[in-house]
């Protein structure tokens, strides 16, 4: 095509951007005008659209000569029809309305029988692969692939467009029906199409591990051969390397599979695996072999490791890694590090690495900042207890010198190590401390919330912190978020310090109010807040705190302003008591996943291939972000004496998913340890479940709170346990209040709930583990209602008073506790009640009184449990008829309606329920039949 | 483990080629060209091969003036696909013979021919220079014979 390459050079031979857009533009009118002309021969259509292609790829918009390259696929000549598919894919993407107009072509193409057409038609559709032409032509493709009839060269091809079909729309795939047909191609002669097909697999198979699992046998069989067998055509050999593409696919595929039970094929795997090894001991000739050798064996050894991370061969690829992490060529030194990381994420035995502690701090220094990425990630993936201090001190010396782009992420990083890893709280409080103030500007809102929230929840850190964060804020180049951390706790814990030289209340105030000028105004919010809190706390400063307030009352900014005013005003009323209420100290917050650990897992997302494992230790690749201070101080208090009370504190038992399987770690470790330290535990070994052995006269508390009222769950000589309940749609909070009524300590003191199915029950804190004579402790449990609870949950309680005693008590948190009251109109629910029906979800009871039928009583009961009364809806008076939504945060809401007809001749009741769910009206009746009796 | 795109991009910052595994829009591929583009030219030459844009892995290599840019998911194996552009600058060495910066502006197409022999979905579908080869032969006969025909 002369003209093509005239234009070509044309364009080349324009030295400045102008000449070259005047250039595109007269062609692009030139061609325009001939395209509207008509008639042009196909060789003249072929040639216009190259020259419109070669001006979309230097990037010039092209918005016409869609419908000529369309025109060109229909061809009979092969050049012309090349180049129509060509511009196609350039051109169109997915979703552009001309696909339309091709899938007939390329259907046409498809069933030719000149295979060269069947692969352009290949090419395109796995080249634009929208819905449409997913589901127009998965059917054939799939045709090509598996028919005995196809050439291996387009088996290959329909391999792969089926694949990439797949990726966009699984769901016009019926991969498992396809399933044998398809993985029966790994034994084909040919390489190419083994590799293809393998390719294929992996994908389908992540999808549908169940039908691809005699994918299993057939990778292994081909690993051996290839490999130890060395069974290949001499075409596929590069650099010496039998197809490393196809070796590298089937170790990856058989990673996405759990390991083999065949001892057969688990000794051929082994085999496949150490030869491996071996041949990685050659000396390569060159770059390309050294690339493809060590491509397979850092494959083969991801794969080792997913089999078994404590294997033979995977303690011989650790001296191999440790080889690598020094070698000098950069890329080696990065997959060395990067595969390190990996082995270091799954295994326990940390020990091999930590010998290559100082290597792998010094790749952080390296000059490549790609390699210092993976010494970040290797480092936070093989941190633990024992060496978490260097690490943490090493990478916070490192972050004053490190990349911007770093900084944030290495941040995050030792954040979570630092909590996770902590085995004493003043050293956690130094780091973030330390960290805030070298990183300001890399610390996000995150770091100083969970430092805050931690503080808050652990009285032993209030005064340390205090007093550390005052010493920050008076260097000279403090931090804005500083500020903030400083704000709020010694807004809190200000008055623990304020005996300390040079702490004292107005020496606090002169810190915090000496940058208050210079602050966001987000944070001048926050430390008017502090300031309301120190005239609480210190009267003496009162004036030069009002001083502010009044200054602020005139303010522009609305937030500002009205705080100013609203703090003014309680202030300076006549009595304290409000400020007092205001100002009381905050609560604990709830236990929930750390805000950080979600926000790195944020930064982590996937992409198309899952990964086979993540950054991050052991926890992070269980799925379980299995964190917190709080199980590491249960673990030591299990090392010192208080082993049970420790132990039992951890593991509030059924909290479900993270916390669960975190605890549940340190209570079977610690479960032998706790019958051997303290033989007179009661514990139930006997085999009893905590039903059978309720404290006896229970039921009478039980019943007086069952309407959800607050009071005394239990009183004996030693103990009086008290609760408080709240509850709003599916979530509830109950504290409980366990007061020693003796003159002496009660030890090993622990409380463990046991929650039904369906209801989440988390406690807030670790509960000490000994009450002061005459002294009350509290904890706080969030409720969450997640599906229908068929019981109430159970608690245990235990301490040490001579000998060890346990009360198990039922806590009156009823199903009825998580209704919402409504009101209907008469019309409304009779037509629900219609809609219900009878049984099975109508639930129907007829019962006699024990006592004379009270009408108010009856009210009180439905008010109590939580049903909206509906006045006059029943047409005879004294019929109650009462309706609630009952929430869930997994089920849904539930609609429930009752009829209670009490007849007061005979003292009977009659009551209906009809819910959206059989099970509720069950339960709801059995509760209503107990409380009206 | 798909390659999501292949760039060949000239020393001073031209685009060569651009093929697309994945479906984006136009836009976000002009950002993704310019944005890796600007990190790999920036690098120097004992650097390793491999960085990392946003959630994905850049792997380049360069041949004479021109770079050779893959961007990957962060799971695929970085040596691995190193070679595959290398398989893909031997097919043109040999199908140009020693190939040069001018042989792919005036054959466009063809680079884009051969890398679809190549690759498809962004996986190796040949790795055999030597299958390549003959199929990429067979077209060009069949277009000459076309070529003759018309000229008679």
Same mark, same amino acid.
């Given at each position: 095509m002369r003209g093509l390459t005239v234009f070509i050079a044309d364009i080349r031979n324009c030295r400045?951007?102008?000449?070259?857009?005047?250039?595109?533009?007269?062609?692009?009118?030139?061609?325009? /005008?001939?395209?509207?002309? +008509?008639?042009?021969? +196909?060789?003249?259509?072929?040639?216009y659209v190259c020259k419109l292609l070669y001006m979309y790829i230097l990037g010039w918009d092209v918005d016409f000569g869609h419908m000529e390259a369309v025109n060109l696929i229909s061809s009979s000549k092969y050049s012309e029809k090349q180049i129509g598919y060509l511009g196609v894919t350039l051109l169109m993407h997915e979703n552009s309305d001309l696909v339309r107009l091709v899938v007939n072509s390329i259907r046409k193409d498809l069933d030719d029988n000149n295979e060269i057409h069947n692969c352009l038609a290949l090419h395109a559709i796995a080249n634009i692969g929208g819905r449409e032409m997913a589901e127009a032509l998965a059917g054939d493709v799939h045709r090509l692939l598996v028919s005995p009839n196809s050439k291996s060269f387009v088996k290959k091809k329909a391999a792969l467009t089926m694949l990439r079909l797949f990726r966009k729309h699984p769901d016009v795939i019926p991969a498992p029906d396809w399933a044998e047909r398809i993985t029966n191609i790994i034994d084909d002669y040919d390489l190419g199409v083994c590799l293809s097909v393998t390719s294929l697999i992996t994908a389908l198979a992540q999808q549908?591990?169940?039908?691809?699992?005699?994918?299993?046998p057939k990778a292994i069989t081909r690993l051996h051969k290839v490999i130890v067998e060395r069974d290949f055509s001499a075409d596929y050999v590069y650099y010496k390397i039998p197809i490393p593409w196809l070796q590298i696919k089937l170790l990856r595929l058989l990673q996405y599979f759990p390991p083999t039970e065949d001892p057969n094929m688990s000794?051929?795997?082994?085999?496949?695996?150490? /030869?491996?090894?071996?041949?990685?001991?050659?000396?390569?000739?060159?770059?390309?072999?050294?690339?493809?050798?060590?491509?397979? #064996?850092?494959?083969a050894i991801n794969l080792a490791i997913h089999l078994d991370c404590e294997s033979d061969i995977v303690r011989q690829a650790t001296n191999i890694l440790a080889r690598f992490i020094l070698s000098r060529e950069t890329n080696v030194r990065y997959l060395g590090l990067e595969t390190m990381a990996h082995l270091a994420a799954v295994t326990d035995e940390l020990d091999e690495i930590k010998k290559h502690e100082e290597t792998i701090i010094l790749s952080l220094r390296d000059k490549d900042i790609s390699v210092r990425r993976r010494g970040l990630d290797l480092l936070y993936s093989m941190c633990d207890v024992t060496n978490v201090k260097t690490i943490v001190s090493e990478l916070i010396r490192y972050l004053h010198i490190a990349d911007y782009a770093l900084r944030e992420e290495m941040v995050l990083k030792i954040a979570i190590m630092t909590e996770k890893y902590a085995t004493e709280y003043s050293w956690y409080v130094d780091v973030i401390l330390q960290l805030i103030s070298s990183a300001g500007d890399h610390v996000g809102e995150e770091v100083w919330y969970r430092v805050v929230?931690?503080? /808050?929840?652990?009285?032993?850190?209030?005064?340390?912190?205090?007093?550390m964060v005052l010493h920050y804020m008076r260097s000279p180049h403090c931090h804005e978020n500083m500020l903030k951390v400083g704000g709020y706790i010694l807004g809190e814990y200000g008055h623990l310090i304020a005996n300390l030289p040079g702490a004292s209340p107005i020496e606090q105030f002169n810190t915090l109010h000496a940058r208050f000028g210079l602050c966001s105004l987000a944070t001048r919010a926050l430390l008017l807040s502090t300031y309301i809190k120190f005239v609480n706390l210190f009267p003496e400063i009162k004036g030069a705190i009002l001083a502010v307030f009044n200054q602020y009352r005139h303010v522009l900014d609305a937030e500002l302003q009205q705080r100013a005013c609203e703090y003014m005003a309680i202030a300076t009323m006549p009595t304290d008591d409000l400020l007092q209420t205001v100002c009381e100290e905050m609560p604990q917050f709830t236990e929930r996943e750390s805000a950080l650990l979600s926000r790195l897992n944020e930064k982590t997302n996937q992409t198309e291939d899952k990964r086979t494992w993540n950054i991050g230790g052991k926890d992070s690749n269980?799925?379980?972000?299995?964190? #917190?201070?709080?199980?590491?101080?249960?673990?030591?208090?299990?090392?010192?004496?208080d082993l049970v009370a420790g132990v039992n504190g951890a593991t509030i038992s059924a909290t479900g998913g993270a916390t669960e399987e975190a605890a549940q770690g340190t209570n079977g470790a610690a479960a032998t340890a706790s019958s051997a330290a303290t033989p007179a535990a009661p514990a139930a070994k006997a085999g009893l479940t905590w039903k059978d052995q309720l404290a006896p006269g229970h039921e009478v508390w039980y019943n007086r709170l069952r309407d959800g009222s607050d009071g005394v769950l239990y009183e004996d000589s030693i103990l009086q346990i008290g609760i408080k309940s709240e509850y709003h749609g599916h979530l509830g909070r109950v504290a409980?209040?366990? +007061?020693?009524?003796?003159?002496?300590?009660?030890?090993?003191?622990?409380?463990?709930?046991?929650?039904p199915e369906g209801l989440v029950v988390v406690n807030s804190h670790t509960l000490a583990t000994s009450i002061g004579p005459s002294t009350q402790i509290q904890q706080l449990y969030s409720l969450e209602c997640q599906q229908i609870p068929t019981e109430v949950p159970l608690i245990r309680i235990s301490y040490q008073a001579g000998s060890m005693q346990s009360i198990y008590l039922k806590l009156p948190v009823t199903l009825t506790r998580f209704l919402e009251p409504i009101q209907l109109s008469s019309a409304d629910f009779f037509a629900r009640w219609k809609q219900i029906g009878g049984a099975p979800r109508e639930a129907q009871s007829i019962f006699k009184s024990t006592e004379?039928?009270? #009408?108010?009583?009856?009210?009180a009961v439905l008010v109590n449990n939580r049903l909206g009364i509906c006045e006059n809806v029943d047409p005879k008076p004294g019929n109650f008829v009462a309706t609630a939504v009952f929430n869930t945060s997994l089920n849904g809401k539930v609609g429930c309606l009752l009829r209670l007809e009490p007849n007061r001749d005979t003292d009977m009741y009659r009551l209906t329920i009809r819910t959206t769910s059989d099970v509720v009206s069950k339960h709801l009746k059995e509760i209503l039949h107990t409380a009206l009796l | 483990m798909p390659i999501n795109y292949v760039l060949l991009v000239s020393r001073q910052g031209k685009i060569r080629l651009a093929k697309w595994f994945t479906t984006l829009s136009p836009k976000e591929k002009t950002k993704i060209i310019k944005d890796v583009t600007q990190l790999v030219l920036s690098r120097r030459t004992r650097m390793c091969n491999f960085l990392e844009y946003k959630d994905t892995k850049v792997i380049y290599r360069r041949y004479a003036s021109l770079f050779f840019i893959t961007g990957v998911d962060t799971s695929d194996n970085e040596l691995l696909t190193l070679e595959v552009i290398h398989?893909?600058?031997?097919?043109?060495?040999?199908? $140009?013979?020693?190939?040069?910066?001018?042989?792919?502006? $005036?054959? $466009?197409?063809?680079?884009?021919?051969?890398?679809?022999?190549l690759l498809l979905a962004g996986e190796m579908q040949e790795s055999s220079k030597k299958t390549v080869l003959r199929v990429i032969t067979q077209m060009d006969a069949m277009e000459e014979e076309e070529a003759k025909e018309e000229k008679e």
């Open positions: 400045v951007r102008e000449l070259e857009e005047k250039r595109i533009n007269k062609e692009m009118a030139n061609i325009r /005008t001939k395209f509207k002309e +008509g008639s042009l021969s +196909g060789y003249d259509k072929k040639k549908y591990p169940e039908a691809f699992m005699m994918a299993i000794e051929m795997l082994h085999n496949v695996l150490q /030869t491996i090894i071996n041949n990685s001991q050659e000396t390569p000739r060159n770059v390309q072999h050294n690339n493809a050798q060590n491509a397979i #064996l850092f494959e929230q931690i503080v /808050t929840n652990h009285e032993s850190l209030q005064e340390y912190s205090a007093k269980e799925k379980t972000p299995a964190n #917190l201070l709080a199980a590491k101080e249960n673990k030591e208090n299990g090392s010192v004496d409980m209040y366990f +007061g020693n009524k003796t003159h002496s300590q009660l030890n090993s003191f622990a409380v463990t709930v046991e929650a004379k039928i009270n #009408l108010e009583r009856a009210r | 398989r893909y600058v031997e097919v043109l060495d040999r199908y $140009f013979g020693n190939v040069s910066e001018l042989d792919l502006i $005036f054959n $466009f197409q063809r680079a884009y021919f051969i890398l679809d022999e």
